[in-house]
């Protein structure tokens, strides 16, 4: 990389004094900024120790994770049927011999777990899962996620709750959590796109809805998300939606949008996430791991940004077709906040063209990634992995506008990563930096 010049001197900016960096300086500062810069991890499906076993951690968790079952079936005669009816440690172990000893793990989510192990300094051969889960059996909830937060360099997590979930609605009901590195967010996705099936429950929790969504309904839900505002304190509300999203339409999902959430998302100063792009069940035999991908038409979008300029979008979409113009419309609404690089796309090759394509059209103002973590260690590698990815995009950015002239410093690269990792999400959810 040719620079313009190989200038070095100390000035100051206000009252600081900074350090102009030379260009063969550029790269060595960006990645220690990225590492000692605690990232909030935007949308992850973890949960605090108060909501118990639904928080997953550990070695079993982490083998049957369904990004590994998918995998799993293209390299083993196990057929799904037979699968499900293995226990948990019985699935974890098929999993390992597949994928880990029998074949070299060179997938992202096999090398995760290859990663994950050699943190805790584990081995990663054949020994590796016995002595895995000895370790992890032994480990105290509380300071194991002390150390896993520090190994991933993240500051805090935001959950995925859901108000209609058995298991975590009575967790709410009986005073909730209070853990200060866990963040909560409303998800409707039982009441958006589910509400035929899950109305009912709706109703049983002493609220007058019907399943037409008709009448006193749309007052209701809103009463309903009110109550859950003040049980939860969520930092934005969220949603998953279909590759065939559309909107406005005269679905239940584009009513509640309209009439109940995003009125309710305005006067509670909630921000809006919708991740758009998932075809739901293409091969139900795969269960979780079923689900795949389609792309999406974004004029649903651009018809809520520009219909409703109070509300601010979260949005991430699947579909790596969509991504151009999602960064368009990002540059003609900024109530919308393209945020991550979700589920198939979270991948260095993938990762890293779709954010070098953010920077290029938005700059800094986007947030680069979340993680989908489900099981605890899983952000230890997620949040490597996009700290690798991150670091050449980003020197070869600085390494470019030091070319057009500019003084490139630790200080101004400092504050590009905050902003992308940290301010831009703070500010949109009111959240306190800490
Ligand atoms: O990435 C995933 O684990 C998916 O299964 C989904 O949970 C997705 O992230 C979602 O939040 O709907
Ligand atoms: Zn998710």
Redesign the pocket.
Known sequence: MEASSVRTSDFTEGSTSVRELKCEQIQSVVEDVLRSTQFIDI?T?LFSPAFGKIGLWGIDELLT???LEAEFFRSSEIMPEAYWKLSKRERAEAIWKALFIESNPISEATRGIVAVLSAFGLPTDELGLKEARQFFETQPIEAHIRKVFQLAGVSSVVM?NDPLDPEERPVWINGGQQHPQFHAVL?L?RILWGWPNHWQQVASQGYAVDERASGKSVVEVRRFLADWHKRMQPLYV?V?LTDAFQFPDDSVTSKFLTEAVLPSCRELGLPMSL?IG?RRQVNPALR?AG?AVGRADLRAVEHLCRTFPENRFLVSVLSRENQHELCVYARKFSNLMPFGC??FL?NPSIVEEITRERIELLGTSFIPQHS?A?VLEQIIYKWRNTRLTLAPILTKTYYLLHNDGKVITRQGIQKDVNRLFRTNFEKWTGLHAG
Do not use: G, I
Request: glycine share 0%; charged share 25%; proline share 0%.
């Open positions: 949308h499906h994770y369904h990004y995925t998800r996705d969220a998953s991740m998932v979780l689900d979700w589920w979270n989908d489900r």
